[in-house]
């Protein structure tokens, strides 16, 4: 009885005596960092939330009113802040994968099967704890394909053969079948199946950090805006997945000296119309057959990146004005005016645009569609582009709510847990969660 009026987290404590003395791996102190993708802070704070775990985390550790994203306010590049502790101007991911075929007679797109050793441009927390030694995992993590810093992965496209793919066949938590035909289900049946890869990696493998990212909140959001019934139903399911990691963690009996951050990249906003900016370029000759210097837009949401191939300063300013005061069109900002705000610079990487494009609120770049969206992209200044933390478990006090921070501040907040080193971040540990501070 006296168990069942303490939190997870005190239960853990009381208990930690009668963990068996193992290997010293088992002894290390273990971090266990969830993406709930597209959770904004604003949705954390209804009370009423059907989100009982989160909500027992938030009151037996430590959680930000928000948590601040780095531009663009994306998935992949905001993943890649949390594990390197910069921003783009420094690690270089700009949208979900590579752009190519940007300053050429194409459409600029991006490509999302390629390795980490070719997206991001600086070292990662997961590489740092792996030449320590440590065990690393990742479950549905991004911009991470190939990364020599991971000990065991389920990736987002999942390898049929592959040992933690095999483990749930033989479990007959998944079919060789559903594995060929990934994508073919749900988004919330895919978080099911990251979830079980995830509690297979702890159980079998113990690993120092586990690294997991679930996407149903964002594919529903994307479909059908922000704030809805949909949204918060989603959170529910989602809720029980934290759930499920946690129950993992506590069966393979390391609970007591393992600290969970559960975070997201962003938030959603919802769009009522969206533009395409290579329209505008289209009526100003900027497109088409014989155009001697085209350019091309690549729409990410929020926000777009234009392309010229020759561009200049001059005809970059061209550009500018060429958009300034469009529909649709918060602000168009030229290579040095975008780095005060912490994109690259083309002089820095290929991958930046030569001219930045926000879109106003209510409004998102892409092809025409029907209303009632989601995106995001948006400048992180936005509220509700802003992102959730918390922090619960070994190591982490109980101070309930603490003021907002950067989310570069997580890579090395994860080093300071796991007693590693992270050199050349701009991020720094989140002291207000550490016991006795």
């Known amino acids: 009885m006296v168990l069942k009026a303490m939190g997870w987290v005190a239960q853990a404590a009381l208990l930690a005596g009668a963990v068996a003395a193992g290997a010293q791996t088992r002894a ?40 601040n994203p780095i531009n663009p306010s994306v998935t992949w590049p905001n993943h890649t802040a949390m594990v390197t502790g910069v921003n783009a101007s420094k690690h270089h991911l700009l949208v979900n994968g590579l752009i190519v075929d940007q300053r050429t007679d194409k459409a600029p797109s991006s490509v999302a099967h390629t390795p980490k050793s070719v997206l ?34 389920f990736t987002e496209y999942t390898e ?12 007959g938590t998944i079919t060789e079948g559903e594995l060929a035909h990934w994508h073919k289900g749900s988004q919330a049946w895919r978080d099911r199946m990251y979830t079980a890869a995830a509690r297979d990696i702890i159980r079998k493998h113990h690993p120092d950090l586990l690294l997991v990212h679930l996407l149903s909140l964002d ?29 993992a963690v506590r069966d393979a009996g390391d609970l007591a000296h393992t600290t969970f951050l559960v975070v997201s990249d962003h938030g959603q906003m919802s769009v009522q119309k969206f ?9 100003a000759g900027l497109q088409g057959p ?15 990146l234009v392309y010229q191939k020759h561009a200049t300063p001059d005809s970059a300013a061209q550009l500018k004005k060429l958009f300034t005061g469009s529909e649709g069109i918060r602000s168009a900002l030229l290579p040095e005016e975008a780095a005060k705000e912490g994109w690259p610079t083309p002089a820095q990487t290929d991958q930046a645009g ?17 209303k009632n969206k989601g995106a995001h992209g948006y400048p992180n200044t936005e509220p509700l582009m802003k992102s959730i933390f918390i922090a ?46």
């Open 28 to 67: 290390q102190h273990k971090v266990v960092v969830i993406s709930l993708d597209a959770f904004g802070a604003e949705s954390l704070h209804d009370p009423m939330l059907p989100a009982p775990t989160l909500h027992a985390m938030m009151r037996d550790g430590a959680y930000a009113r928000a948590m």
């Open 120 to 153: 991001v441009a600086v070292p990662t927390v997961y590489d740092a704890a792996h030449a320590a030694g440590l065990t690393t995992a990742e479950v549905d993590w991004v911009a991470i394909e190939k990364a020599d810093g991971i000990t065991w992965r």
């Open 160 to 171: 049929p053969h592959g040992e933690i793919e095999q483990d749930l066949v033989q479990q």
């Open 219 to 247: 594919s529903i959001e994307h479909k059908t805006g922000w704030g809805n019934d949909s949204g918060i139903n989603t959170i529910a399911f989602l809720d029980d997945r934290v759930k499920e990691i946690v129950d």
């Open 275 to 283: 533009v395409d900016p290579n329209d505008v370029l289209i009526k």
């Open 290 to 304: 014989g155009v001697a210097n085209p350019a091309f837009a690549l729409n990410d949401g929020g926000f777009a």
């Open 354 to 370: 030569d001219l930045l494009l926000y879109a106003a609120n209510g409004f998102a770049f892409g092809p025409a569609r029907e």
């Open 392 to 437: 619960s478990g070994a190591g982490v006090a109980k101070r309930g709510e603490i003021p907002e921070f950067n989310n570069i501040d997580i890579a090395p907040t994860i080093a300071r847990l796991l007693g590693i080193e992270m050199k050349n971040v701009d991020g720094k540990p989140v002291d207000a969660i550490f016991s006795g501070r």
